[in-house]
């Protein structure tokens, strides 16, 4: 950690702020508040939580290599320090990891990094064992304009706002679980949705498939590979001769994509195949329905570590 300067001033703001170099980390380490009463005065006058730039390795098990998460154990031979998982078949290496230690515990679990999203819109400090899990679901991810002349990036508020401006094409606003009447011209790639009650931003697809058009939709999400969070019913109708109606129908789950590769390409995954005659013009009159998909309760948390999947670190 660096000093300040000799008379004792705090650390200017560049200092504090600059840039982790290869292999190092620029974390918050927050005050736990155990300090006993003859210190209370000196706690007083110290920052509640400080910035520290440490070696990355000194926060990963040196078994696994993944982060370090509490309860944190070493080997009485050589000191290696390892999470609880390793401790046991560390003992085929060096020796038995049966010394817990809290005080690193205490460290492992107050060390903060900032989120990488942060030039996108994100504040939040994680602690650094759960940033990977925050990189997930952070809703400052960037997604990609579909756009394949446009090469912007960002947070789903950020790319609606683009939409809107750059492309002149605003977000149609949808309520779950209600049919919605939307025009589409099938000139037009793309078009996007968003959820009236949470803002999850969608994205129709439009393109030629033989004499038909396919029409395809997906959830805009920067983990593509999460599970289905939405279910979708897609239909055009328009009245035919004999005054009989025709319909062409879909219903699926919804797949997620942050559109690094632009739109799905036409009959892509699941689609809608909507034959010529079924449009009026250059317009598509499309019919869609989106559902929330409610998961079962969530089942109380183990307390019990989960088993980890090693890696090489980078």
């Known amino acids: 950690m660096e000093g300040g300067e000799s008379s004792g001033k705090r650390a200017s703001a560049e200092e504090v702020k600059s840039e982790p170099e290869e292999g190092e980390v620029l974390m918050m380490m927050q005050d736990g508040g155990g300090g006993g009463g003859a210190l209370v005065a000196a706690e007083s006058m110290a920052p509640a939580q400080i910035d520290v730039r440490m070696d990355l390795t000194l926060l990963h098990c040196q078994g696994c290599l993944l982060p370090l998460k509490p309860p944190v154990f070493k080997c009485e031979a050589a000191g290696h320090v390892v999470c609880y998982h390793c401790r046991a078949v560390h003992g085929t290496i060096c020796s038995r990891a049966s010394t817990h230690c809290g005080e690193l515990d205490a460290v492992v679990g107050a060390a903060k990094v900032p989120c990488p999203y942060r030039v996108f819109g994100c504040e939040r400090h994680?602690?650094?064992?759960?940033?990977?899990?925050?990189?997930?679901?952070?809703?400052?991810?960037?997604?990609?304009?579909?756009?394949?002349?446009?090469?912007?990036?960002?947070?789903?508020?950020?790319?609606?706002?683009?939409?809107?401006?750059?492309?002149r094409r605003p977000a149609v606003t949808v309520r779950y679980s209600r049919a919605r009447d939307i025009g589409l011209s099938v000139s037009h790639r793309w078009n996007a949705l968003v959820g009236e009650e949470d803002g999850s931003v969608f994205l129709v697809s439009l393109g030629p498939l033989g004499a038909a058009t396919?029409?395809?939709?997906?959830?805009?999400?920067?983990?593509?590979?999460?599970?289905?969070?939405?279910?979708?019913?897609?239909s055009v109708e328009r009245l035919g001769g004999n005054n009989r109606d025709r319909l062409v129908?879909?219903?699926?789950?919804?797949?997620?994509?942050?559109?690094?590769?632009?739109?799905?390409?036409?009959g892509q995954g699941m689609f809608l195949a909507v034959p010529q005659e079924l449009l009026s013009g250059d317009t598509l009159t499309l019919t869609v329905c989106i559902?929330?998909?409610?998961?079962?309760?969530a089942a109380p948390k183990s307390t019990t570590p989960q088993a980890r999947t090693p890696r090489r670190m980078q």
């Open 126 to 167: 994680v602690v650094y064992h759960e940033a990977a899990d925050h990189q997930r679901a952070c809703q400052c991810a960037p997604c990609s304009c579909p756009d394949p002349a446009c090469g912007f990036a960002g947070s789903r508020a950020a790319l609606l706002d683009h939409f809107a401006a750059v492309h």
């Open 214 to 234: 396919a029409v395809s939709l997906v959830c805009v999400r920067p983990d593509g590979e999460a599970a289905p969070q939405f279910w979708c019913k897609l």
């Open 249 to 266: 129908l879909m219903a699926s789950a919804v797949s997620s994509s942050a559109l690094s590769t632009g739109a799905p390409a036409p």
């Open 291 to 297: 559902d929330l998909i409610r998961s079962a309760a």
